[in-house]
């Protein structure tokens, strides 16, 4: 079965069911979508409200019942502006878009005919399972100049049982939200005041700076060193970069002392001013310069979406300067990185594209051709499986994406690896070859995790909030039983601060019981029960988040095994007891 033949076919079955229902309806636009379709449509005088759906599947149901067929027929404009005379969106697309065909298509089922390309499928009965899901506002051509229309969402899967699945993803996300999560649990907010831009709080920024750090661990552990360069830098630079003209409607603008400055959109020409202050030999090459840079793009507010999609963000951002004979082997090992640096978070499932040279792009065909062929031959000498997104590659060179897949089943783009020739040769950038000669390096500009930001909102929603114990803002919560405990409980705090854990005290006068639910709502992975028991034993009681109960333990046991867990970066919470970090 064609599954797009079959939604779009289920959009032609619910403008019939509307029509029957609401015969002066007027029809827009009806293509499929990801996971249904929808239709544009208007209600002369009237409008179609949600209590309404259920009514129209209803008669969808029916028609899909009949087994009525789908039938194609070539007609002239002018038949088809006589056929619509009474569908005026219709006679506006045979005036519009259409105005040049002499002939067009149409295709009915049961009572209901529409113009229409295709293709269909052979019979209403095909159609799997539909559900009308929402309505939202839209406007003819998507011009709010225009008219305005109603489109009508539906899903639509081949069995029943796939559009269960699809819905209970979708209230997953919903429960997973990092902009509900995050303000749950009190990482980090948004304010008018800087739109777009995050505010981290105490917590959150614990867990970014946690983030940071293994970033630059592995930074190290594979051979690179980290720089920092300035965020505002002179606009020359950024016509220089070539960013100016390929980028300037994303940046920031600013001036001073009568010269025009830039807030960094990449951190690429910063890099670059550094490699230049040394004249390199081909020995000290490559060269893997790192920087967490914060970069700011303008995007319109509509578009903003939490720490997803925010107006500035911290890329784990990273340039290599090599010798084009060195850059396929830099490209094997940043790609071997990849893949165990995202399996440390459970992000098993990476998909891997080649992205090649898009329309507005510099450099000569040439240089284009060996970038790419040097990107697919280290793919290749890897035997990672990839495939190829036509024209999707950066401005000034071919890349590499690496795509991960959250425990939902959603695709993120994580990280990139792109080989760049031309901001060499812009920069007159050079090395001094073995037999003394000058040459020009190779640039790659490389990320494994991205903007950490957005990073940060896929692993909130990835572990709903409840991190593993190495990254978890707070790893353990005291809770005395009663205010007679204070004291020991103090006394334990202390002791596991100094052993570097992150820890806290609830010495609130809430019961119990609601001290715990607390520590279970902020996904605090450990809780340390202290009653009158442990004091006398001078021992501790634990209750995982999980729910589970390891009860009197010696306070180091406790702290090995925290220990034990965050150097392996474990999800568990406890050595062969508990199941995952991610209830
Ligand atoms: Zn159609
Ligand atoms: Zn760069």
Known sequence: MDIHAMRHSAAHIMAEAIKKLYPEAQFAFGPETENGFYYDVKIPDGAIREEDLPKIQKTMREIIKGKHEFTKKEISREDALELFKDQKFKVMALEGLLKDEKTVSIYTQNSFTDLCRGPHIENTGHVGAV?????????????????????????????????KEYKRLLEEARRRDHRVLGKKLDLFSFHDEGAGFVFWHPRGLSLYNLLVDFIREENIRRGGQEIKTPMVLSVDLWHKSGHYENFRDSMYFTSAEEREFAVRPMNCPGSILVYKEHLHSFRDLPLRLMEMGHVHRFELSGVLHGLFRARAFTQDDGHIYCTPEQMEGEIVSFVESIFSIYSVFGFNDVEVFLATRPKDSMGSDEVWEMATDSLKNALEKNGTGYKIKEGEGAFYGPKIEFNIKDCIKRNWQLGTIQVDFSMPERFGLEYIASEGERKRPVMLHRAVLGSLERFIGIFIEHVAGAFPPWLAPVQAVIIPVTDNQNGYSELIAEKLKAEGLRVETDFSSERLNKKIRQAQLLKIPYMIIIGAKEEEAGNVSIRLRTGENINGIPREEFVAVVKAQTISKSHDLWPEKSGSGSE
């Open 131 to 163: 559900e009308l899901s929402r309505i939202a506002g839209s406007y003819w051509l998507g011009d709010s100049q225009n008219e305005p229309l109603q489109r009508i969402y539906g899903l639509c899967f081949e069995t029943r049982e796939e559009l």
